[in-house]
């Protein structure tokens, strides 16, 4: 294995303190994504993370599935977690919104340690999950998806409206119940659904699963529109170039534990990474 192929999980700069933002105060990652998005500098190295992942063990019962995985993903950025089935990639998402219980290591988000967090306040403090499974209810229409979630994140109807212009295909189907969409619809609802609290960081579990080639071209240029607005994503995909074709980073994962972590144009470079845990050459 050549050296750069398998890394060390970084240690963290410094430890992730708990922090209770002041009532009020824009949190210090937005002000940063703002500065960002205005300086069209994203890819800048020197720029704090906004989410931290610092050697995360996580089990199973007595199944030591993800084995020390550490990644962080920069304001504005996107970062795509990529392996063979069972690697540990939805794991690792579980893992950062506490939906599977870290047994060792810690998740930090703008400085906050969330490792212990419950889910709905990890939701609360600005990340978007979007699983797997999509999570769209058969007889609830389109616009009853969309206020329910209005009404969670406690955001006025603007906020959908605004969401909406990022979704030509989801705000032409607002009457149309959930077992009336295709698979690609129900994947923008999920993913519009998530963006209504405002997060700062959306992670999206293989939104491209089970889509015709055509529609997951539609999701990937639906994400591309979702960071341009200075959104961080961090992305799982078995579709890889969908996944390259958006992400600023890659992280490999295999048997619980990161293989590789770089740009793009670095995992091109690495053709045994590329053939030994993606399967392609
Ligand atoms: N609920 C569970 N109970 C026990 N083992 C599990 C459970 N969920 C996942 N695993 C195991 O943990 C490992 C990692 O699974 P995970 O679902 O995170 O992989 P993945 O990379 O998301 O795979 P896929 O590409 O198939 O979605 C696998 O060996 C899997 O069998
Ligand atoms: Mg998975």
């Known amino acids: 294995m050549s050296k750069s192929v398998r890394k060390k999980p970084a240690a963290p700069k410094k430890p992730v303190a ?62 795509a977690l990529l392996g063979r089935n069972g690697a540990g990639k939805t794991t690792t998402l579980r893992s950062i919104v506490s939906l599977t219980p870290v047994r060792r290591g810690h998740v930090g988000f703008d400085g906050l340690d969330i490792t212990h967090s419950p889910t709905h306040r990890i939701i609360r403090e600005g990340i978007g999950y979007v699983p797997e ?53 129900q994947q923008m609802l999920s993913i519009a659904r998530a963006l209504l609290a405002e997060p700062r960081l959306l ?35 078995q579709n890889v170039a969908m996944a390259l074709a958006l992400a600023d980073r890659v992280v490999v994962l295999s048997q619980g534990m990161v293989q590789f972590t770089g740009t793009p144009a670095e995992l091109e470079a690495q053709p045994d990474v590329k053939d030994t845990y993606l399967g392609i050459a």
């Open 18 to 79: 708990p922090r209770k933002p002041a009532a009020g105060k824009k949190p210090v990652a937005a002000k940063k994504a703002a500065a960002v998005k205005a300086a069209g500098m994203a890819k800048q190295p020197d720029i704090a993370p906004l989410l931290t992942v610092s050697d995360i063990h996580t089990y199973y019962g007595d199944s030591h599935v993800l084995q020390g995985v550490s990644l962080d993903v920069k304001p504005g950025e996107c970062v």
């Open 133 to 185: 499974d999509r999570g769209i209810f058969s007889s609830l229409s389109v616009r009853e998806h969309l206020d329910i979630a209005l009404w969670a994140a406690k955001k006025p109807p603007e906020r959908r409206d605004e969401v909406l212009k990022i979704f030509p295909r989801i705000s032409e189907r607002l009457e149309h119940f959930g077992q009336q969409l295709s698979g690609g619809e």
């Open 203 to 237: 992670i999206l579990d293989e939104p491209s699963e089970g889509l015709a080639p055509i529609i997951v071209d539609e999701v990937r240029d639906t994400l591309a529109r979702v960071k341009k607005t200075g959104t961080s994503i961090l992305l799982v995909e």
